[in-house]
């Protein structure tokens, strides 16, 4: 109708073309066009023609229902996007994200979720990978009757993972973990970037800025390591861990119900072997720029920095006192006895112990304290 009447006052003369296409939002060329085909056919004559055929790509119901179907019967409460990843690689689905949502949808099966309102201040991501790199824990119900801990270590500039694993509460050990995994792995980086967790940092004040000068075992280690630590300051900081775990939040939990995964020494190796790559190959980005910040780390034994190191003296009976446990040291060809001496006692991820005085190991226990190197030759005895 609109056509017809700026048709008439262009017939009449009360507009020229390119007045009459810009009240119709076309070009003139389409408008006379469209005079063609209104001289010849009418108004029916101006009817896109695409709007009455279908489209060759269009999705039969056999597809449709086999989409539904496969979502209700096996991954009922998956997320959408979870459940395309999965549709995709497994059963080599072609289609994309948005169809399967809407007919999903249009079935009934997923409820369309309320728009998230986007984080408006954006942090550029380091140019090369080890340059910069986060650590974080999220407590959540990941197999049914359990809470754990979900610590992650991830590279800013490509938001690969580097370590994760399941613990029952972060703190010092965990951290030490996360970090020798990934130097394991990969090599020393530039900057690690946390919260202002007890374990990492001490706060003489709550909520204001950190000490770098008492630092804690984490802090010492870094700071041995040569590795620059930085504090976040708010949530909105950590916001790239933080999307990662609302991703692993919808996606573990059915991930670890559908392999028949409950206890954490199953899961720990589930990440390691299986979801930790799939997540780095499906969400991994390319850097910036080309090459790595990481660098061999060749100076020492990683186990004796990663660790906690407490100063203690020898008493009389060359024996160290720690956590309730007495500590004998034995006799060696260097000296006659230990006594007043100042040492230090590491206590490593896995909770055994050593004794250092100075460079020099004297002892390994396990974490009850009993001589390892004793242990050992009791058991070649028997």
Same mark, same amino acid.
């Given at each position: +109708?609109?056509?017809?009447?700026?048709?008439?006052?262009?017939?009449?003369?009360?507009?020229?073309?390119?007045?009459?296409?810009?009240?119709?939002?076309?070009?003139?060329?389409?408008?006379?066009?469209?005079?063609?085909?209104?001289?010849?056919?009418?108004?029916?004559?101006?009817?896109?023609?695409?709007?009455?055929?279908? &489209?060759?790509?269009?999705?039969?119901?056999?597809?449709?229902?086999?989409?539904?179907?496969?979502?209700?019967?096996?991954?009922?409460?998956?997320?959408?996007?979870?459940?395309? &990843?999965?549709?995709?690689?497994?059963?080599?689905? @072609?289609?994309?994200?948005?169809?399967?949502?809407?007919?999903?949808?249009?079935?009934?099966?997923?409820?369309?979720?309320?728009?998230?309102?986007?984080?408006?201040?954006?942090? @550029?991501?380091?140019?090369?990978?080890?340059?910069?790199?986060?650590?974080?824990?999220? *407590?959540?119900?990941?197999?049914?009757?359990?809470?754990?801990?979900?610590?992650?270590?991830?590279?800013?500039?490509?938001?690969?993972?580097?370590?994760?694993?399941?613990?029952?509460? @972060?703190?010092?050990?965990?951290?030490?973990?996360?970090?020798?995994?990934?130097?394991?792995?990969?090599?020393?980086?530039?900057?690690?970037?946390?919260?202002?967790?007890?374990?990492?940092? %001490?706060?003489?004040?709550?909520?204001?800025?950190?000490?770098?000068?008492?630092?804690?075992?984490?802090?010492?280690?870094? !700071?041995?390591?040569?590795?620059?630590?930085?504090?976040?300051?708010?949530?909105?900081?950590?916001?790239?861990?933080?999307?990662?775990?609302? *991703?692993?939040?919808?996606?573990?939990?059915?991930?670890?119900?559908?392999?028949?995964?409950?206890?954490?020494?199953?899961?720990?190796?589930?990440?390691?072997?299986?979801?930790?790559?799939?997540?780095?190959?499906?969400?991994?980005?390319?850097? *910036?720029? @080309?090459?790595?910040?990481?660098?061999?780390?060749?100076?020492?034994?990683?186990?004796?920095?990663?660790?906690?190191?407490?100063?203690?003296?020898?008493?009389?009976?060359?024996?160290?006192?720690?956590?309730?446990?007495?500590?004998?040291?034995?006799?060696?060809? +260097?000296?006659?006895?230990?006594?007043?001496?100042?040492?230090?006692?590491?206590?490593?991820?896995?909770?055994?112990?050593?004794?250092?005085?100075?460079?020099? !190991?004297?002892? %390994?226990?396990?974490?009850?304290?009993?001589?390892?190197?004793?242990?050992?030759?009791?058991?070649?005895?028997?």
């Amino acid at each position: +109708m609109k056509f017809e009447s700026t048709y008439e006052d262009w017939v009449e003369g009360r507009l020229t073309q390119s007045e009459a296409a810009a009240i119709l939002g076309q070009c003139e060329r389409t408008f006379r066009r469209n005079i063609d085909r209104f001289k010849s056919d009418g108004l029916s004559g101006l009817m896109d023609l695409r709007i009455s055929k279908v &489209s060759m790509k269009k999705a039969g119901k056999k597809e449709i229902d086999y989409a539904v179907n496969l979502y209700k019967n096996t991954f009922k409460g998956w997320n959408v996007a979870h459940f395309h &990843s999965v549709y995709k690689t497994e059963f080599k689905g @072609e289609r994309s994200y948005s169809w399967l949502k809407t007919v999903l949808q249009d079935a009934g099966v997923v409820r369309a979720s309320k728009k998230v309102g986007k984080h408006r201040i954006k942090r @550029e991501r380091a140019p090369l990978p080890g340059m910069m790199l986060h650590q974080d824990a999220s *407590t959540h119900r990941w197999v049914p009757e359990s809470v754990w801990d979900l610590v992650v270590t991830m590279d800013d500039a490509t938001s690969v993972h580097t370590s994760m694993f399941f613990c029952d509460q @972060e703190g010092t050990q965990s951290s030490f973990h996360g970090l020798g995994q990934t130097i394991s792995r990969y090599g020393l980086f530039a900057s690690f970037y946390t919260d202002r967790g007890s374990h990492y940092f %001490t706060t003489p004040e709550a909520g204001g800025k950190v000490d770098k000068v008492n630092l804690t075992e984490v802090g010492r280690a870094l !700071k041995q390591l040569g590795i620059t630590h930085i504090a976040a300051y708010s949530p909105q900081a950590r916001g790239r861990s933080e999307r990662a775990f609302q *991703t692993h939040q919808g996606r573990l939990p059915q991930e670890l119900a559908r392999a028949g995964i409950t206890t954490m020494e199953q899961a720990n190796r589930y990440l390691d072997q299986i979801y930790m790559v799939a997540y780095n190959k499906e969400f991994g980005v390319a850097s *910036t720029l @080309e090459g790595s910040a990481y660098v061999n780390f060749i100076h020492g034994t990683l186990c004796d920095i990663l660790c906690e190191q407490y100063d203690r003296k020898v008493d009389n009976s060359n024996c160290v006192s720690f956590e309730g446990m007495k500590l004998q040291i034995p006799a060696d060809e +260097m000296r006659y006895h230990y006594v007043r001496a100042e040492v230090q006692v590491h206590k490593y991820v896995d909770q055994t112990l050593s004794i250092f005085h100075g460079p020099r !190991k004297l002892a %390994t226990y396990d974490r009850y304290g009993v001589n390892i190197k004793n242990q050992e030759n009791l058991k070649m005895a028997a």
